[in-house]
C-alpha cells in the first residue's frame, strides 16, 4: 500500500533515478502465474500509469516485458486503466501493439482516426474488433476509407466489403477493387 501510494505522486516517478530504484524493487512476473487481478500485476500496472501520467511512456516491448504478455495477455481492465486520461495516442499505440485483443476496442479508432497509416502496423485481428470500423455509422465512414488503404491486405478486404455494403457509393466499389486485387487467393476466397 504503501509503495502504491508513492507511485501515485506524479513528481517523483519525473525522476529517472527514482523510476528506475522502484521498478527493481517491484515484484517480478514470473511464467504467467499473475494474472491481471493479482496484487502484483496491478502494482505494475500503477506504476506504468503513474510513469505515462510523468511523461515517461514506455515502449510496447517494455510493456511486454514488465506485465509478461507473452504469458497472460493484457485483461481490458488493465488496458483502460493504463489508457485513460491524459494518455493519449503514443501511450494508446504501445497498448495496441502490447494487448491488441484488449486495446483494440478502447483506443483503435480514435488512434486510427488521427493516423490511419497505423492500421498497417496492427495485426488484422486488432483491426477487426474496432467496432466504429464496420461502417454501421456513416460518421466513420472518412476514416474507414483511409485505413482500408493502410490496412493489411485481408483485414483491408473485409473493412472495403462492409464499406461497400453500407455506403453504396461509387468510390467505395473502387476502393473494394482495389483491396481485392491487393489480396491474394486464399484471402479472397475467405473473405467473399
Known amino acids: 500500500a504503501d509503495l502504491e501510494a508513492l507511485l501515485a505522486?506524479?513528481?517523483l516517478l519525473s525522476c529517472t533515478e527514482v523510476r528506475t530504484l522502484l521498478q527493481t524493487?517491484?515484484?517480478r512476473l514470473e511464467g504467467g502465474k499473475h494474472g491481471p487481478a493479482s496484487p502484483?500485476?496491478?502494482?505494475w500496472v500503477s506504476f506504468l500509469r503513474g510513469s505515462w501520467e510523468a511523461g515517461r511512456p514506455m515502449a510496447a516491448n517494455d510493456l511486454r516485458r514488465c506485465l509478461c504478455l507473452d504469458k497472460r495477455p493484457l485483461a481490458a481492465e488493465e488496458a483502460q486503466v493504463l489508457g485513460a486520461p491524459p494518455a493519449g495516442p503514443g501511450e494508446w499505440l504501445a497498448?495496441?501493439?502490447a494487448g491488441p485483443e484488449a486495446a483494440a476496442g478502447l483506443y483503435g479508432y480514435a488512434l486510427l482516426a488521427t493516423d490511419p497509416?497505423?492500421?498497417?502496423?496492427?495485426?488484422?485481428?486488432?483491426?477487426?474488433?474496432?467496432?466504429?470500423?464496420?461502417?454501421?455509422d456513416d460518421a466513420h465512414w472518412g476514416v474507414c476509407r483511409r485505413v482500408v488503404a493502410h490496412a493489411p491486405p485481408g483485414a483491408a478486404l473485409g473493412l472495403a466489403v462492409n464499406l461497400l455494403a453500407?455506403?453504396?457509393e461509387a468510390a467505395d466499389l473502387e476502393l473494394l477493387r482495389t483491396a481485392y486485387l491487393a489480396a491474394d487467393s486464399f484471402t479472397r476466397r475467405q473473405v467473399w
Open 40 to 43: 502484483e500485476r496491478r502494482l
Open 25 to 27: 524493487r517491484l515484484p
Open 166 to 168: 453500407r455506403s453504396r
Open 9 to 11: 505522486e506524479r513528481d
Open 95 to 97: 497498448l495496441l501493439e
Open 117 to 136: 497509416a497505423i492500421a498497417g502496423r496492427l495485426p488484422e485481428a486488432a483491426l477487426l474488433r474496432v467496432p466504429e470500423l464496420s461502417a454501421a
